[in-house]
């Protein structure tokens, strides 16, 4: 089933391209640093998909959540311990 996006008109500034663009930049064996644990990353997407009617933007950041977190599973990115 399609992810049906919040109908907000407002463009939120997330910091995915900023994450793309290191992403992108890597040399191998290196990893983008994330300041916050894994746990506190995926309760941050459960809140936000659990309000994300009533919270502006939810869906710019669920989508940089997820990039995150693909991210990590291609060895790409590590959070904090």
């Known amino acids: 089933m399609a992810k049906v996006r919040n109908t907000s008109d407002e463009k939120v500034v997330t910091p995915l391209p900023e994450l ?4 992108a930049s890597l040399k191998p064996g290196e990893k983008v640093k994330c300041p916050n644990s894994r746990e506190e990353i995926l309760r941050i997407r459960e809140n936000l998909t659990r309000n ?24 790409k990115l590590e959070f904090r311990k």
């Open 52 to 75: 994300r009617a009533e919270i502006v933007g939810a869906d710019d950041h669920i989508d940089y959540i997820e990039a995150m977190i693909v991210a990590e599973a291609e060895g």
């Open 20 to 23: 793309r663009r290191a992403l």
